[in-house]
């Protein structure tokens, strides 16, 4: 009989899921660490650690186990994209640069996303920086992607490198949240939103940790709404999360459309007329939302998310009135320049009496 060698691929993945599954801080560390040396003499090296990994393999299933031809497929798949990832990270080599490309699709706190195009189709890849980078960081993406492939509306990773250190996903068309316009808001159907509340709820039995920013979040006026950057509970996101909190999280995430990361300062009676359009669509938005999660949702589960909806819908409808009616726009600014005033007078006072300036809250 002959014996074909497993693919270095293949190795990777079963070491992968191997530390994933049983090996915790350094020691899972240092069998990522030594990921790409696999194939000269195996990523997992210390006779203890050996043991329980072939043990591992043997309980498992070897490559049935789907943690194991899970990432052997998305370690495989990598080889397609290699070449034109290796020619962005080149266009890429300047850091400050980096968002200044013309592929550059979005960021978050730990990674930048480019457009790619292979065989005929785009793609978006993930490069992450700083901790982010570490192959343990990696597969957590590549574990989250094993978890959530083919959930409609879920971000979809179909390529990932370790020694990369990066990931490959299906391109989610339309913007973040964060980006839309009141004009985009509306367009937003309920059978869109009950798509949105069944991703969420699909996601919560296969128990993935959503990531609830406005960032994460895309919208398409055809294609409705898209999740990204989710993640399979571990270490420090180790909770479960909560059906009822996480639907209800979506209020937050929908009243920020349009407003998030607005600086508060400088802003003309027009900027916050603006926003009270912005903020009277959100609203629309989530009492339609409030609906479709009362008929999807029941007991405990349903009172939880009513709960976040209703002090949300509470809140977010005072701010877009105000913000709507000229009259307590121009007494926002008034107050707002009130305290800006006094805020200056405080430090003037403080440098004159030669007291270090000491007050965070200014
Ligand atoms: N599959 C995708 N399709 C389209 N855009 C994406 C995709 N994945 C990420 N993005 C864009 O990249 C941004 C950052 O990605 P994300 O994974 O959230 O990074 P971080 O981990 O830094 O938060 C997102 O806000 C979104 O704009
Ligand atoms: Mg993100």
Request: hydrophobic fraction near 40%.
């Amino acid at each position: 009989m002959q014996i074909t060698p497993k693919s270095p691929e293949q190795l990777q993945a079963q070491a992968a899921a191997f530390a994933n599954a049983e090996l915790h801080g350094q020691d899972q560390a240092g069998v990522f660490n030594n990921i790409g040396a696999v194939v000269a003499e195996g990523a997992v090296r210390e006779p203890e650690a050996k043991q329980s990994y072939v043990d591992y393999l043997r309980q498992t299933g070897g490559n049935s186990n789907p943690e194991v031809h899970g990432r052997a497929d998305i370690l495989h798949k990598f080889q397609d994209f290699a070449p034109t990832v290796t020619k962005l990270k080149a266009e890429l080599a300047d850091p400050a640069a980096r968002r200044q490309h013309p592929d550059f699709l979005g960021h978050g706190t730990n990674s930048d996303v480019f457009k790619i195009s292979q065989g005929g189709k785009l793609f978006a890849v993930r490069i992450p920086f700083g901790e982010a980078t570490h192959p343990v960081s990696i597969d957590m993406h590549v574990a989250s992607a094993i978890r959530g492939k083919g959930i409609p509306h879920m971000e979809q990773i179909i390529a990932a490198s370790y020694e990369d250190g990066v990931t490959v996903a299906e391109m989610m068309p339309g913007k973040v949240i964060g980006d839309l316009s009141p004009e985009d808001v509306s367009q937003v159907t309920d059978q869109q939103l009950e798509d949105l509340v069944d991703t969420v709820i699909v996601a919560n039995q296969r128990d993935i940790i959503i990531d609830s920013k406005p960032s994460n979040f895309l919208y398409d006026q055809h294609q409705g709404f898209g999740i990204v950057d989710y993640h399979v509970p571990k270490g420090a996101v180790a909770h479960s999360q909560d059906l009822g909190v996480i639907v209800g999280c979506l209020e937050t995430v929908i009243n920020n459309a349009g407003l998030y990361g607005k600086k508060k300062l400088d802003k003309t009676a027009q900027d916050y007329l603006a926003q009270g359009r912005q903020m009277t669509a959100n609203v629309a938005v989530v009492e339609r939302l409030r609906g479709v999660v009362e008929a999807k949702l029941s007991g405990k589960d349903l009172s939880d998310a009513l709960e976040r909806i209703d002090s949300g819908l509470q809140r977010w409808s005072e701010y877009a009135a105000d913000y709507s009616d000229p009259d307590s726009v121009d007494k926002l600014i008034a107050e707002q320049q009130a305290f800006e005033q006094a805020r200056k007078r405080i430090i003037e006072n403080q440098h004159q009496g030669d007291t270090p300036v000491n007050a965070d809250w200014l």
